[in-house]
């Protein structure tokens, strides 16, 4: 699987996809600088303690990457359904469901790597910000810091899991344009309904909704492997 695994990122030039990856964080961390700017004296200021301003930042960040995965979901798996390479790829000496599972593994580790690189870089900008001008009251604990990276790892976890669930809509026509919109449209109800100082509601606060989502997504991933073997084939 490995082999498989680094055949499909050496194929497809996977080294490139980190470069967006960082264009992709450096404009996460300029819209999070307006932010600071833009809302500075406001009410309900975005930095106005640190739990806003973490949610903010793994909102940002797995809004961006669920898109990213979607992408790749469309070059690795739809495109090459659409072009006739995965009846090529189906031709070798390898059982099918380890072709799919490996271009998927790819999308799941990509995501989720990147979403907690993102939330960790951005998280400890802010710390190292705060530090010398101060903008956010209180401190933290060791205590909050474990279990921020608990939260962050849960988040990305999730987030990583329920990108593959745009795989089920591309694949019913074998459409790039449908899995990039429902990609989009995943994160406008999963990164929705984070406020200020008021109401700190996310629909991704509420832990069942990612954890089923999650579990949606491999559902999805594990369904598309048997599919190989009947109906995707033809």
């Known amino acids: 699987m490995l082999k498989l695994i680094r055949l499909e990122m050496r194929k497809h030039r996977f080294a490139r996809n980190f ?20 809302d500075v004296g406001a009410a309900d200021y975005a ?4 739990q806003t301003a973490f949610m903010i930042i793994d909102t940002f960040a797995r809004a961006t990457f669920i898109i990213f995965a979607g992408a790749l979901l469309s070059k690795l798996v739809i495109s090459e359904y659409r072009n006739k390479m995965m ?15 490996a271009k998927l593994i790819i999308v799941f580790g990509f995501t989720f790597v990147m979403i907690m690189v993102t939330d960790l870089l951005m998280g400890s900008l802010l710390l190292i910000v705060n530090h010398f001008y101060s903008f956010i009251p209180g401190s933290l604990t060791n205590q909050d810091i474990w279990g921020l990276l608990v939260k962050y790892s849960m988040s990305s976890l999730s987030a990583a ?11 019913r026509k074998h459409s790039v344009t449908t899995t990039m919109v429902s990609s989009i449209l995943l994160v406008l ?10 109401l700190d509601v996310s629909i991704h606060s509420l832990i069942v909704i990612p954890l089923t989502l999650g579990a949606i997504g ?4 594990s369904m598309s492997m048997v599919r190989l073997e009947t109906k995707d084939v033809n």
């Open 47 to 50: 930095y106005a303690d640190y």
């Open 189 to 198: 109800v999963v990164c929705s309904g984070f406020s200020g100082n008021g």
């Open 161 to 171: 899991c329920m990108a593959l669930i745009p795989l089920f809509f591309g694949m």
């Open 19 to 38: 470069a967006g990856a960082g264009i992709a964080s450096i404009a996460i961390l300029l819209f999070l600088i307006m932010i600071g700017f833009v």
């Open 87 to 101: 009846n090529v790829m189906f031709t070798y000496p390898i059982q099918r469901h380890k072709i799919i599972a």
């Open 218 to 221: 491999l559902w999805i991933a």
